[in-house]
C-alpha cells in the first residue's frame, strides 16, 4: 500500500511539474510575443504620417514627381534629422559608387581636400600630379564633378567622383577665389606618389613631422621618420597634422604607441555603452614634443593631438580642430540604397568626446592670413607662424633623448 502510495506521489510531482512548465513556457512565450506585438505597433504608428503623407501626394499633387525619388528624399531626411554631419543616406547608385571605390590616397588627380560650402576646397596639390600639371592649385574649390554640382552631392561621394581609377578621365569645374573666375580642366588620374609622412630635422636638433593622413602606409612611414630623426640627434619633435583628414584607427595606433607608456590611447563605445579599449605598451619616445594642427585636422589626427597631450607629451599650437567624435559603417539596404551611419563614440584616454567639446582647444593658438594658409606646406618650416611657433615652444625644455625601453626602434627594424 505504502509503495502504490509512493508511485502515485511521482506521478503527481510529475504532472504538477509539467503543468508548472507548460505555464511558465506560455507565459514567456506570450510576454515575448505581446512584447513584439506593441514593438510592430510601434513601428506601424510611426509609419502612418509617411503613408498618409505619400497618399495625399499620391492623390491630389498637381505637379509631377518621381516615387523613388520621393522615398529617397524621405529616407534622406530622417537621417539628416539626427544632426550628425558624419552619418547620411546615400540612393543605390551613390552608395554603390562609394562601396566599391579603392580609397587609396595614392590614385586620383593628387590633391588633398577638406569640405567647404561651395564644394571640395583643395589645400594641397602634390608634386607631379595630373592636377598639378592641369595648373590646379591650393585654395580653389571644386564645385562640378563631370557637370554634376558638387554642392548637391554627399560629400564623400564628391570626392570618390573625384578620385577613382587610374588611366580614366575626370572634367572639373574649378571656382579660384583669388581670381573669382571658374575654370574648367579635363584630367587623367593617375598612381600619385605621396609618402604619408615626411620628416626633417632643423637646426637646432628640432624634428618636423609632418603627418598627411593615417591611411594605408603612413604607420610604416611614420616609424621611419622617428627612428631617422632619433639616430640623426633629433632632441625635440613638431608634428604637423594641418589638413589631415583622419584615417584608419588600425594605423592611428601603432603609431601613437610608439610614442606613449603604457595605458589607455582610445576607447570606443558602442550604442548599448559597451566599451571598446586600445592600449599601449611601456615603451616609448621620450623628447618634448608639439602638435600643429588646424580646423582641417579631423578625426584621428585630432586624436593623435589628444593622445600626446593628455599624457603630458606634447603642446598643441595653431587652430581648433573639426570635432570629429564618432566612427561610422556602411550599412546597405534591400534596394542597393544604403546609410553611412555613426555607430561607435570615441574618447580620448582620459574619456573626454571630441565631438561633444567641439574639437581641440590650442595651447598656443596661431591664426593665419588667407595667404598664409594659401602657403603651408610650400615654404620653409621657419617662414611658416605656426610651425615656427611650435618649435619655440619646442626648443624651451629642450632635453636628452631617451628610447624607453627600446621597443619602438626595435619594431620598427
Not at 561651395?118 to 585654395?139: C, D, F, T, W
Not at 592600449?279 to 623628447?287: F, G, I, L, P, Y
Request: aromatic share 8%; net charge negative; hydrophobic share 40%.
Amino acid at each position: 500500500m505504502n509503495r502504490k502510495l509512493d508511485i502515485g506521489a511521482v506521478l503527481a510531482l510529475m504532472v504538477c511539474t509539467a503543468a508548472i512548465t507548460f505555464v511558465m513556457t506560455q507565459w514567456v512565450v506570450t510576454n515575448q510575443y505581446n512584447e513584439e506585438l506593441v514593438d510592430s505597433y510601434r513601428q506601424l504608428s510611426e509609419l502612418v504620417k509617411f503613408i498618409e503623407a505619400k497618399n495625399h501626394i499620391e492623390n491630389l499633387f498637381v505637379g509631377s514627381w518621381d516615387e523613388e525619388k520621393l522615398l529617397d528624399g524621405a529616407t534622406r531626411g530622417m537621417v539628416e534629422s539626427l544632426g550628425d554631419r558624419w552619418s547620411m543616406y546615400l540612393n543605390a547608385e551613390d552608395f554603390q559608387y562609394l562601396s566599391s571605390s579603392d580609397n587609396s590616397p595614392y590614385v586620383g588627380i593628387g590633391v588633398m581636400t577638406v569640405r567647404h560650402e561651395m564644394g571640395i576646397k583643395i589645400i594641397e596639390v602634390y608634386a607631379g600630379s595630373p592636377a598639378e600639371k592641369a595648373g590646379i592649385k591650393p585654395q580653389d574649390i571644386i564645385v562640378g564633378v563631370d557637370g554634376g554640382e558638387v554642392i548637391s552631392m554627399d560629400y564623400p561621394v564628391a570626392v570618390e567622383r573625384v578620385g577613382g581609377a587610374a588611366n580614366t578621365k575626370v572634367t572639373l569645374d574649378v571656382f579660384r577665389p583669388s581670381t573669382l573666375e571658374t575654370l574648367q580642366y579635363e584630367l587623367t588620374r593617375s598612381s600619385v606618389h605621396a609618402q604619408a609622412v615626411t620628416a626633417e630635422l632643423l637646426d637646432g636638433d628640432i624634428g618636423v613631422v609632418r603627418i598627411k593622413h593615417f591611411d594605408t602606409g603612413a604607420d610604416i612611414d611614420f616609424a621611419e621618420c622617428i627612428i631617422n630623426l632619433v639616430e640623426a640627434g633629433a632632441k625635440g619633435i613638431v608634428f604637423d597634422v594641418r589638413g589631415n583628414p583622419g584615417g584608419k584607427l588600425d594605423v592611428m595606433l601603432p603609431m601613437l604607441d610608439m610614442l606613449l607608456p603604457e595605458g589607455k590611447l582610445i576607447t570606443l563605445e558602442n550604442k548599448a555603452g559597451e566599451p571598446t579599449v586600445y592600449t599601449s605598451d611601456a615603451d616609448e619616445v621620450r623628447m618634448p614634443m608639439a602638435v600643429v594642427m588646424n580646423e582641417y585636422s579631423c578625426s584621428a589626427a585630432e586624436f593623435f593631438a589628444a593622445a600626446l597631450k593628455e599624457y603630458d607629451k606634447a603642446v598643441l599650437v595653431g587652430r581648433q580642430t573639426t570635432g570629429k567624435g564618432y566612427s561610422q559603417v556602411n550599412i546597405p539596404l534591400r534596394d542597393g540604397s544604403g546609410l553611412v551611419l555613426s555607430t561607435s563614440e570615441y574618447f580620448t584616454p582620459k574619456g573626454r568626446s571630441l565631438a561633444a567639446e567641439g574639437g581641440l582647444t590650442p595651447d598656443y593658438p596661431v591664426d593665419l592670413t588667407a595667404e598664409q594658409s594659401a602657403a603651408i606646406h610650400t615654404v620653409p618650416h621657419m617662414e611658416d607662424p605656426q610651425i615656427a611657433r611650435a618649435v619655440q615652444v619646442v626648443s624651451w625644455s629642450l632635453t636628452p633623448v631617451v628610447f624607453d625601453g627600446g621597443g619602438a626602434a626595435d619594431d620598427a627594424a
